[in-house]
């Protein structure tokens, strides 16, 4: 079966919506809600409301012993305590989100890491939210003290690689960005060993 690549689809019909006013609805310290008319591709006019937010970043650190550092967080909105790996938003739009990350990952975990691989973005809710999460793989991990802020309570632990994914596939772990980012990061391990297995096998 063939397909085309994401990069290579253009655009064959016209779906884009266009803007023709907007209004702050609540201006938060964290989010920002709007109420923008657009103009939708049939030429008919619509209201979209959403949330905007700065940024943030989400890392995955991995120890040289295949480990994962997780979270446990209290979060409000669901009532519950959630297994996550360390995020945080941006400190502006304007923030390189690698050293944002670095920063993220040393103040919540204590951990430093050396090298720092790009996995993609991640939009947890892009019908409401336009909240752009940039995800990191780090390793070549050392570690010092935690620098949490004064109103932030987490428990930070240490899972296999390949128990986060059981998981992840079993549906205990609901948090989007920490799936997203496992899976990705298991699937480019996989592909990795393959390839050393191959080169191994040709020589």
């Known amino acids: 079966m063939s397909y085309q690549l994401l990069s290579e689809v253009d655009n064959c019909m016209n779906l884009e919506e266009k803007k023709l006013s907007s209004e702050s609805i609540f201006d938060g310290k964290v989010l920002h809600v709007r109420?923008?008319?657009v103009a939708l591709p049939n030429g008919e006019g619509a209201v979209r409301e959403y949330v905007h937010h700065i940024g943030a970043v989400a890392i995955l650190p991995l120890t040289d012993e295949g480990e994962v550092?997780?979270?446990?967080?209290?979060?409000?909105?669901?009532g519950d305590i959630l297994v996550e790996i360390p995020?945080?938003?941006?400190d502006s739009p304007e923030e390189d989100p690698r050293k944002a990350a670095l920063r993220e990952l040393r103040e919540e975990t204590g951990a430093v890491a050396a090298d720092l691989t790009y996995l993609g973005d991640y939009y947890g809710s892009p019908a409401i939210l336009?909240?752009?999460?940039?995800?990191?793989?780090?390793?070549?991990l050392s570690f010092t003290e935690q620098?949490?802020?004064?109103?932030e309570f987490l428990e930070v632990f240490r899972m296999p690689l390949e128990a986060l994914v059981e998981e992840v596939m079993s549906g205990n772990l609901p948090d989007g960005k920490t799936q997203v980012a496992a899976l990705?990061?298991?699937?480019m391990l996989k592909e990795k060993n393959k390839e050393s297995v191959g080169v191994e096998t040709q020589l």
């Open 147 to 151: 620098q949490t802020d004064d109103d």
């Open 35 to 37: 109420r923008d008319e």
């Open 184 to 187: 990705r990061v298991w699937a």
């Open 87 to 90: 995020a945080g938003k941006l």
């Open 69 to 78: 550092i997780l979270e446990r967080q209290f979060r409000y909105p669901f």
């Open 130 to 140: 336009d909240e752009r999460i940039r995800l990191y793989l780090a390793t070549g």
